[in-house]
Each structure stands twice: as C-alpha cells, then as structure tokens.
C-alpha cells in the first residue's frame, strides 16, 4: 500500500522557521519525484517546491524562492521542506504528492492528508 505521510506543520509568527516532512511508503519505482503543493481557503491549489529522487534537481515557486529549501533522505524515504521566513502568506494546508514517473510539472499519482501550517503576523 503506497502512503505519503506529512508531519511538521504548526502555528509559528511571522518571520519564523517550520521544517515538514514526508515520508513515503510502499512504492516500487526506484524513481520518483516528491512535490509539495499548498491550499489556503478560497485560494488556488499553488506548487510549491518538488524534488526529483533520480538526479536530486529541485524546483520551487517564485513566491518560496530563497526561503524555502526541500531536500530528501533516500535511506529514509522521506523529504522535507525546510522553511525560513516564513510570512502570512504561507499559511495553508501543505500535502506532498509523487509522481511515479519523476516528472515534477506531471499528474501526481499519490498524495497525502496534509499538514496545516499558519504563520501569525
């Protein structure tokens, strides 16, 4: 049985660090690429950061850039999302996703029950 499992959120003030994990179960690729996405209420579904487990490539949303760092501990089956200055504008529901096929921009096949995150100003 495939599993994604977030833990980590929590309420933090402006300005302040959370650091998410992920930790992934039961998939039978060797590659895949673990994405974290983010819903806040009456906001757009919005990508936030993806790495891919092949080469370790990383992407991340304008709006995270220079905050936000996501990492992965293969030996683990787990990754994470360092997050730094954080702002109220961050506050969301934030659920990682793989894409059994390692594309970071493709349809997502698993996902997890999500991790809020609110950040205070």
């Known amino acids: 049985e495939v599993q994604l499992v977030e833990s980590g959120g929590g309420l933090v003030q402006a300005g302040g660090s959370l650091r998410l994990s992920c930790a992934a179960s039961?998939?039978?690729?060797?590659?895949?690429?673990i994405g974290w996405f983010r819903q806040a209420p009456e906001k757009a579904h919005e990508g936030v950061s993806c790495i891919k487990r092949s080469d370790g490539s990383t992407y991340y949303a304008e709006a995270v850039k220079g905050r936000f760092t996501i990492s992965s501990d293969n030996a683990k089956n787990t990754v994470y999302l360092q997050m730094n200055n954080l702002k109220p504008e961050d506050t969301a529901v934030y659920y990682c996703?793989?894409?059994?096929?390692?594309?970071?921009?493709?349809?997502?096949?698993?996902w997890g029950q999500g991790t809020q995150v609110t950040v205070s100003s």
């Open positions: 039961g998939f039978t690729f060797d590659d895949y690429a």
């Open positions: 996703a793989a894409d059994l096929s390692d594309d970071c921009f493709g349809a997502y096949d698993y």
